[in-house]
C-alpha cells in the first residue's frame, strides 16, 4: 500500500495545523492515502497539539479511517480513509482548541457523505490564532454558501481561553457537486455592524468600550456610514468560562463581508481591543478586494472541488493561502493562478485568485 501513499512534507510553507487539515480533508474526499511527516516542525512544540489531534480524529471517523501516530506530540502520521458516511460525529479538543478550526477540516468532508450529518464541536469558541466563531456565522457562512451548500451552525455555548467549554453544532445535506464562486467586484460600503461582547466575571462596561473605540477609529477614515457595534454580555448559561472580544463587519453594496476582530486577555486595555479589530478591518478595506485576510485561505478547498472557474479578488496573498494552494495543487487536479489586478488605482494591492476547480461529484446523491 505505502508505494501509493501522498507523501506530505508538514514543514514547509505555513508548516502548521493548516497543511493537516487541508491535506487530511482531501485525503478523505480523495480516498488517498496519506503520510504526513514533520508536522509542525518549526512550531515550538512541533508536533500535533489536541487541537490538531481532534480534527484528525473526526476526519478518520466520518469516514471510518485508520489513523497512526495519533498522540499528542507525534510529528508523523500515516491516514487510510474509508467511505464517508453521514450522521452524527463529535469531536472535542478538550481545550480551548477552536472548534471553528475542526469545522474547517470536516465540512467539506461531510459536503459529500451519503446522508446528511450532524457535528458536534466541542472546544473554545473565541480562540486566539483561529477565526471567532462569530467570524464563521457572519462572515464565511453567508459567503461560502455562494458555492451552492447551506449549513446550519448553532452555538450552544461559548468557551474561552485556557479551559475552552464552548460546543457548537453544525448540521449539513450532502450536495451533488459544488458551484464556482466569482467575488470580482467589490462595489462600495453600505453598512458597518458587529459585536463586543463580555462573558463570566467581566462587566459589561468593558464590552460598552470596546464598541466606542472601535467606532471612534473608523470613524476617521469612514465619517458618513451609520456604525452599530452591539455591546452585549453573554448569558452565564450559555457561556463557559470568562472571555471579552470585538467583531467588526463591513458589508458592500456587491454582497462583500469583510471584517476586523480581536480578543481580549487579562492586562489588554478594552479601547486597544476595539481598536486592533477596527484597525484590521479598514486595512482589509484598503486593498480593494473582496474578502478578507481570514476569509482567503478557507475559500481555497471549495473552489479546488468546485466544477468549473472560481475567480475571488483579494488584498497580497497570505502563506495560510499559498499553503492552501500548494497542498490543493498537489492533491486534486485543481489549478489555481494568482495575477495582480489590473486596476486602474495602481497603488492597490490586489491580485485574483483563479481556480479551474476538478469539479468532485458525489456519488451518492
Not at 474547517?104 to 477565526?131: D, W, Y
Not at 462587566?203 to 470596546?210: E, G, N, Q
Not at 472541488?305 to 502563506?319: E, F, H, N
Amino acid at each position: 500500500m505505502d508505494g501509493d501513499r501522498v507523501e506530505i512534507d508538514g514543514g514547509i510553507m505555513e508548516g502548521g495545523g493548516q497543511i493537516l487539515r487541508v491535506s487530511t480533508a482531501l485525503s478523505c474526499l480523495l480516498g488517498l492515502p496519506l503520510r504526513v511527516r514533520r508536522i509542525r516542525a518549526g512550531r515550538s512544540q512541533p508536533g500535533l497539539r489536541p487541537q490538531h489531534l481532534s480534527g484528525l480524529e473526526i476526519i478518520r471517523d466520518l469516514c471510518e479511517g485508520k489513523l497512526e501516530g495519533g498522540e499528542i506530540g507525534s510529528t508523523e502520521i500515516t491516514f487510510t480513509p474509508g467511505k464517508i458516511k453521514g450522521g452524527t460525529h463529535i469531536a472535542d479538543t478538550k481545550t480551548a482548541g477552536s472548534v471553528c478550526l475542526l469545522m474547517q477540516v470536516a465540512m467539506p468532508c461531510v459536503l459529500f457523505a451519503a446522508s446528511p450529518s450532524e457535528l458536534r464541536l466541542k472546544g473554545g469558541t473565541n480562540a486566539e490564532m483561529a477565526p471567532q466563531i462569530d467570524y464563521t456565522v457572519m462572515v464565511f457562512k453567508p459567503i461560502v454558501e455562494k458555492f451552492n451548500f447551506t449549513f446550519n451552525c448553532d452555538i450552544k455555548k461559548r468557551g474561552y481561553y485556557p479551559q475552552g467549554g464552548g460546543e457548537v453544532v453544525v448540521q449539513m445535506s450532502p450536495v451533488k457537486e459544488l458551484s464556482p464562486i466569482s467575488l470580482t467586484e467589490r462595489g462600495t460600503v453600505t453598512k458597518i455592524y458587529g459585536r463586543a461582547f463580555v462573558a463570566g466575571a467581566l462587566p459589561i462596561k468593558l464590552a460598552k468600550d470596546m464598541s466606542a473605540a472601535a467606532v471612534r477609529c473608523i470613524r476617521k477614515e469612514i465619517r458618513d456610514l451609520y456604525i452599530n457595534i452591539q455591546p452585549v454580555r453573554e448569558p452565564d448559561d450559555q457561556a463557559f468560562g470568562t472571555g471579552s472580544g470585538i467583531i467588526v463587519v463591513a458589508e458592500t453594496s456587491t454582497g462583500c463581508l469583510l471584517a476586523g476582530s480581536s480578543l481580549g486577555k487579562r492586562g489588554k486595555n478594552a479601547d486597544k481591543v476595539g481598536i486592533e479589530a477596527a484597525e484590521i478591518l479598514l486595512r482589509n478595506l484598503k486593498h480593494g478586494g473582496t474578502v478578507d485576510d481570514s476569509l482567503q485561505d478557507q475559500l481555497i478547498i471549495f473552489m479546488a472541488l468546485a466544477k468549473g472557474v472560481s475567480r475571488v479578488k483579494s488584498g497580497p496573498i497570505t502563506l495560510h493561502t499559498q499553503t492552501a494552494i500548494h497542498f490543493a495543487e498537489q492533491l486534486t487536479k485543481a489549478k489555481f493562478t494568482v495575477t495582480k489586478s489590473e486596476e486602474e488605482d495602481p497603488s492597490k494591492d490586489t491580485y485574483i485568485i483563479e481556480c479551474q476547480g476538478m469539479g468532485m461529484i458525489n456519488p451518492n446523491v
